[in-house]
């Protein structure tokens, strides 16, 4: 069998559970490559999913025999086809987290389960460890963005605006690539103390500061990177904080390793900005994987250890309203006795 379906059953038997409903489009891909549009069932003996009769070449065509799951098209399951997929099962799994109410209280009613039981984000949680298969196709996806971020470099020029940067770097990603990770940050100037700055038509000033947040996916798999850089000259006053964020920034990646607190990694950073007058906003960091923002989350909200195989990001960062910000970000892998920075640009005074 599949081995992510054979773990899956086997954590499902530890916490009592005779029967899973899967619906997160992310969690079926992770564990079967599936992209259609469809629901995963683990019944007590099968694998079932159960997909709109348009998909049903290109399901086959991503399974094998390997796999054990049995294809459905939605309009040939009949209401007691429904009922009887979870016979006799006492406790049948959901994700809570991705269900809503009217979801949940429509599977009661058609596959009459007697017990509908949350299942604590154990697929997302298995998630947070990369395979071989993943962090290589992470790597790749940092590979290209660091490659991305040299080539945009010798493109922005004084009178670009914003968001003439970032099309030029989705349209880099897009020919080499799945796509974007999230939507691209471009922000220059005042802009920049906006950590989720949307790309305007300012245009780019001689002496300016500019943040870019970029990322892409290979293979469904993200990467994310973030660069503050100047045009011309460094100003005294950004300077200072500019530097205080790489401080921190490479202390934390220093730290970064097996067994390492979460949140004592997040308090460091927030003293030391508080000794100097700022605070730290945002979280440290979070997880990267199929999703630009999963689990792990790097916050003092958060006291999770750091294990080896997990994809995160370290992203401290200062705004000044209305003035300017910084913020220095890399995708990291954690090894058992430090980190493997995925992203590679430079991050010392970058001046263009």
Not at 232 to 250: A, F, H, S
């Amino acid at each position: 069998m599949n081995p992510k379906l054979q773990w899956l059953r086997n954590k499902m038997s530890s916490l009592d559970l005779q029967g899973l409903i899967i619906s997160n489009p992310i969690n079926i891909k992770y564990l079967t490559n599936i992209e259609a549009e469809g629901v995963l069932l683990l019944t007590r003996k099968e694998n079932i999913y159960i997909t709109d009769g348009r998909y049903i070449e290109d399901v086959h065509s991503t399974l094998t025999l390997f796999d054990e799951i049995i294809v459905y098209d939605v309009h040939d399951v009949s209401k007691d086809d429904y009922e009887n997929f979870f016979m006799f099962c006492e406790n049948v799994g959901f994700e809570e987290s991705y269900v809503t109410y009217a979801d949940y209280k429509e599977f009661i009613r058609k596959y009459k389960i007697n017990n509908l039981v949350e299942t604590e984000k154990i697929i997302e949680k298995q998630r947070m460890i990369k395979d071989e298969e993943e962090i290589s196709n992470i790597q790749k996806a940092c590979e290209i963005t660091d490659n991305c971020f040299e080539y945009i470099l010798t493109y922005i020029k004084p009178g670009m605006t914003e968001k003439q940067i970032a099309n030029e770097i989705e349209e880099y990603y897009r020919q080499r690539t799945d796509g974007l990770s999230f939507e691209t940050i471009v922000a220059s100037g005042e802009n920049t103390s906006k950590p989720h700055a949307v790309p305007t038509e300012r245009e780019i000033q001689e002496k300016d500061i500019i943040t870019i947040d970029m990322g892409c996916k290979v293979n469904g798999y993200c990467s994310d990177m973030t660069r503050t850089f100047f045009v011309g000259d460094i100003p005294e006053e950004i300077k200072k904080v500019y530097d205080l964020v790489l401080k921190n920034q490479t202390q934390t990646q220093e730290a970064f390793k097996d067994g390492v607190s979460t949140r004592i990694l997040t308090k460091m950073v927030e003293n030391d900005f508080k000794l100097n007058g700022h605070d730290l906003i945002h979280s440290l960091g979070h997880g990267v994987g199929m999703e630009i923002h999963e689990a792990p989350y790097i916050s003092y909200r958060t006291d999770t250890q750091l294990k080896e195989n997990m994809v995160v990001t370290n992203e401290p960062g200062i705004y000044i309203p209305g003035k300017f910000g910084v913020r220095i970000e890399d995708t990291v892998q954690i090894t058992k006795f430090g980190c493997i920075s995925l992203t590679k640009s430079e991050k010392n005074y970058i001046i263009i």
